[in-house]
T-cell receptor, first 111, second 114 residues
Framework: EPEVTQTPSHQVTQMGQEVILRCVPI?????FYWYRQILGQKVEFLVS????????KSEIFDDQFSVERPDGSNFTLKIRSTKLEDSAMYFC?????????FGQGTRLTVV | GNSVTQMEGPVTLSEEAFLTINCTYT??????LFWYVQYPGEGLQLLLK?????DKGSNKGFEATYRKETTSFHLEKGSVQVSDSAVYFC?????????????FGTGTRLLVSP
């Protein structure tokens, strides 16, 4: 069964460093998303991506964040200068026209 | 804006007990409704969905009915197993097709003991 894969599963980084979270969406999907889940809290929408551009972003997705689909298969989330409050589980998702499929998540710990 | 409210957890049950996890929503228009499950150490998996009023989604013995009159989508299972222990998230999408931005509830942890 096709699945969304994310790497790494866990990343520890120092405050102020840049991190790139990587995702391989399901190959025939058209829409791509990043969500995050701060420990013990709800899953929150960050950004959606369609046709090589951002289609919607939340207020959380400020100038520190960027997304890219560099090679037609990977979908990346970059955090330019990490803060302690960026520590969370980050989920990538992709969808066809009706259903979103999620990856296993990357746990980001900022120290 | 759109929102989803779930009952607080954890919900602790014995094996073979009946499960209900309440979910209500606030939305404009006609959202699609979903239940996602997160097993320990894993990502989110779609459990079931319903796209219009009175639809019943079902999977693995779980059921939920889209009730527009009460804006609810309660999750039920007649007989839970230890393997059902997980966190369950109710979610809605504003659109039935295309771009699927999801709004999630806070999640309800289910603990099933033998």
């Amino acid at each position: 069964e096709p699945e969304v894969t994310q790497t790494p599963s866990h990343q520890v980084t120092q405050m102020g460093q840049e991190v790139i979270l990587r995702c391989v969406p399901i190959s025939n999907h058209l829409y791509f998303y990043w969500y995050r889940q701060i420990l013990g809290q709800k899953v929150e929408f960050l950004v959606s991506f369609y046709n090589n551009e951002i289609s919607e972003k939340s207020e959380i997705f400020d100038d520190q964040f960027s997304v890219e689909r560099p090679d037609g298969s990977n979908f990346t989330l970059k955090i330019r200068s990490t803060k302690l409050e960026d520590s969370a589980m980050y989920f990538c998702a992709s969808s066809d026209y009706t259903e979103a499929f999620f990856g296993q998540g990357t746990r980001l710990t900022v120290v | 804006g759109n929102s989803v409210t779930q009952m607080e957890g954890p919900v602790t049950l014995s094996e073979e007990a009946f499960l209900t996890i309440n979910c209500t929503y606030t939305a404009t228009g006609y959202p699609s409704l979903f239940w996602y499950v997160q097993y320990p150490g894993e990502g989110l998996q779609l459990l079931l969905k319903a796209t219009k009023a009175d639809d019943k989604g079902s999977n693995k013995g779980f059921e939920a009915t889209y009730r527009k009159e009460t804006t609810s989508f309660h999750l039920e299972k007649g007989s839970v197993q230890v393997s059902d222990s997980a966190v369950y998230f109710c979610a809605l999408s504003e659109r039935n097709t295309g771009f699927q931005k999801l709004v999630f509830g806070t999640g309800t942890r289910l603990l099933v003991s033998p």
